[in-house]
């Protein structure tokens, strides 16, 4: 398998629920992010997870819990989430901050429904 | 002021016209400039990236940036049908993409 995949594809969960979202990245990149894409917003970065650093984005709240087992996979932990937190969660990985011109590769995200 | 600002749309050109999307950004410590095309329901992929002022080509793409005028820009030449998407313009102040910061898209449609 090559680039970055994500699962679930589709998630509904109610309000009470833990879920998980797992991001897988084969490219060799040394650095993993989430971002949120919500309807009529901008893509928000959540989390990033690198060699050079780790740096959460202090808007998001606490029920949004991230794990970075190593530099391959990622992890987004839900707990007790909001209806508004409905969104399209997708996962990147690149080659870091120093690589110039290094983009973002995105998986096909996650398309979660809080019921 | 939004940090990353796109040209409002949709926008709408016949086949085999220029299509220009403009974006402009409020960090002048800004160095990465990326552009990402996202069809309807898929993720994003990168078009192209630019970091140097000037014009950069690539095929049918132009990516074109100003830095004193805090201007990017991207011209797709001879617009396909299949070049309908939304555009996203992402700035970084870092020189690679990681900690991007995002503009809203704008939607390009191409008539046949």
């Known amino acids: 398998e090559t680039g970055v995949t994500q699962t679930p594809r589709h998630l509904v969960m109610g309000m009470t629920n833990k879920k998980s979202l797992k991001c897988e990245q084969h490219?060799?990149?040394?650095?993993m992010y989430w971002y949120k894409q919500s309807a009529k917003k901008p893509l928000e970065l959540m989390f990033v997870?690198?060699?050079?650093?780790?740096?959460e984005n202090n808007s998001v709240p606490s029920r949004f819990s991230p794990e970075c087992p190593n530099s391959s996979h990622l992890f987004l932990h839900l707990h007790t989430l909001q209806p508004e937190d409905s969104a399209l969660y997708l996962c990147a990985s690149s080659r870091g901050k120093t690589g110039q011109g290094s983009p973002l590769h995105f998986g096909n995200g996650t398309r979660l429904t809080v019921t | 002021q939004k940090e990353v600002e796109q040209n409002s749309g949709p926008l709408s050109v016949p086949e085999g016209a220029i299509a220009s999307l403009n974006c402009t950004y409020s960090?002048?410590?800004?160095?990465?400039f990326f552009w990402y095309r996202q069809y309807s329901g898929k993720s994003p992929e990168l078009i192209m990236f630019?970091?140097?002022?000037g014009d950069k080509e690539d095929g049918r793409f132009t990516a074109q940036l100003n830095k004193a005028s805090q201007y990017v820009s991207l011209l797709i030449r001879d617009s396909q049908p299949s070049d309908s998407a939304t555009y996203l313009c992402?700035?970084?102040?870092?020189?690679?993409?990681?900690?991007?910061?995002f503009g809203d898209g704008t939607t390009l449609t191409v008539k046949p």
């Open positions: 997870y690198s060699l050079e650093e780790r740096v």
């Open positions: 630019i970091y140097s002022n």
């Open positions: 992402a700035v970084t102040t870092e020189r690679g993409a990681g900690k991007s910061t």
């Open positions: 490219l060799g990149h040394n650095a």
């Open positions: 960090d002048r410590g800004s160095q990465s």
